[in-house]
């Protein structure tokens, strides 16, 4: 792989990651309401779903998995419409509550986050077209493809890590806000509303 290419994927992947979307929403919701450390183990769960997404390119199982229309939307609506219950449920202050303590902050609560940021980012049919339509651009038939898919799999994940980590970080910082007990409902809705973007952006993506 040129230096060149290397370099536009990059900078492709760069500006993809700054914008706003689903994956972005969710790292800040979580760090708004549970600080840095929740923000984290989101960041986790949607890279996750990227790796998961790479292997699936590099054995050319996406564009199987894309061509199952009906299979894809019900697996995407499913995660949108989990998304928007967990929004619902932070708006009344029943599902993510502002920076409890960290007795209750476990590594179980960790581990779920990553999960819900796996279905996240694997119900995200923008992702797939990425990994399937997107990723071969960059890719040279001349030289061999695994190298090429390692390559840009670690800088997508580099990327996307460090991207997402900042979001989470300003979102974490703002939560030292949220400890005040005026801005707990605020902070709720805020957050909640995000959960609910999220799972909008999601079920509305493959009609763009």
Known sequence: MTWSTWLLFALTEILLCLTPGPAVLFVLSHGLTQGRRASLWANAGILSANGFYFCLS????????????RVFLAVQYAGALYLVYLGVQTIRGAGLSP???????????????????????????????????????????????????????????VIEFLVLASYGYLAGRAAEVARRPRFVTLTNR???????????????????
């Open 99 to 157: 920076l409890r303590e960290s007795a209750e902050r476990t590594e179980t609560r960790g581990w779920r986050t990553l999960t819900r940021g796996f279905a996240l980012q694997a119900a995200n049919p923008k992702a797939l077209l990425f990994f399937v339509a997107l990723l071969p651009q960059f890719l040279s038939l001349r030289q061999a493809i695994v190298p090429q898919m390692v390559v840009l799999g670690l800088t997508s994940e």
């Open 58 to 69: 590099a054995l050319g199982l996406g564009a199987v998995l894309l061509r199952s229309h």
């Open 190 to 208: 805020v957050s909640g509303g995000m959960l609910i973007a999220a799972g909008t952006g999601i079920a509305l993506a493959s009609r763009r």
